[in-house]
């Protein structure tokens, strides 16, 4: 079965300190990743995509990475503005869109 | 700018009532899709188009349903609502299958 897990399930980091939230998935030549930052009362918004292994992506404070099992999203000095909940999804081979999402981490910023 | 748009935002009923939640986009995208939030599952797809006249079945569609008569709307109706179809619904869209969705700000929605 097609699974896509996150870890940690929540993080707390203090202002400037570095980490990474990990998305590891099952699923066989997936047709793209998908990364959003969900803050609370709102929709998903999007932030990267990325496609094949070795890909990344940059946004301010943030870099998505790619492998053949996982993704990861770095998070470089973060504010406490990046609270939020940061949530993976694959797009599995069959490309019909129907993404598969992760549970999510959520992640604590304190100033 | 396009956006996609949801309402109402907030929505109280009771069990046994029909709900529509409405749901447009002027993106001009040609996929729309329909997913609850629930905690300790994510999100998951309960209905999703294609395109006009297109629908088809999620991982959760049973007491949903869907109709698309045009490209910007998608609306979702709950037949009969049941206190386990409490929960927040996010409308989606996409150009492409192989693209990003963008989502809109969401419906709470509690059945009583």
């Known amino acids: 079965e097609d699974q896509v897990t996150q870890s940690p399930e929540a993080l707390r980091l203090q202002e400037g300190e570095s980490s990474s939230l990990n998305c590891s998935y099952t699923?066989?030549?997936?047709?793209?990743l998908f990364w959003y930052r969900q803050d609370p009362g709102k929709g998903p918004e999007f932030l990267f995509t990325?496609?094949?292994a070795g890909e990344e992506k940059e946004k301010e404070r943030l870099k998505a990475t790619l492998t053949k099992k996982e993704s990861f999203l770095h998070i470089t000095a973060p504010k406490p503005e990046d609270s939020a909940t940061y949530l993976c999804?694959?797009?599995?081979?069959?490309?019909?869109?129907?993404?598969?999402f992760g549970q999510g981490t959520t992640l604590q910023v304190k100033p | 700018d396009a956006e996609i748009t949801q309402s109402p935002r907030h929505k109280i009923t009771e069990t046994g009532r029909q709900v529509t939640l409405a749901c447009h986009q002027t993106?001009?995208?040609?996929?729309m899709f329909w997913y609850r939030q629930d905690l300790g599952h994510g999100l998951r797809l309960i209905h999703y188009?294609?395109?006009?006249?297109?629908?088809n079945k999620g991982e959760v569609s049973d007491g949903y349903s869907v109709s698309r008569s045009n490209t910007e709307d998608l609306p979702l109706t709950l037949e009969s609502a049941a206190s386990s179809q409490t929960s927040v619904y996010f409308c989606?869209?996409?150009?492409?299958?192989?693209?990003?969705?963008?989502f809109g700000p969401g419906t709470r929605l509690t059945v009583l």
């Open positions: 993106w001009n995208h040609n996929n």
């Open positions: 989606a869209s996409s150009r492409d299958s192989a693209d990003e969705q963008f």
């Open positions: 699923v066989s030549g997936l047709r793209g």
């Open positions: 999804a694959v797009n599995p081979p069959s490309n019909t869109g129907k993404l598969i």
């Open positions: 990325l496609y094949s």
């Open positions: 188009s294609y395109g006009v006249h297109d629908t």
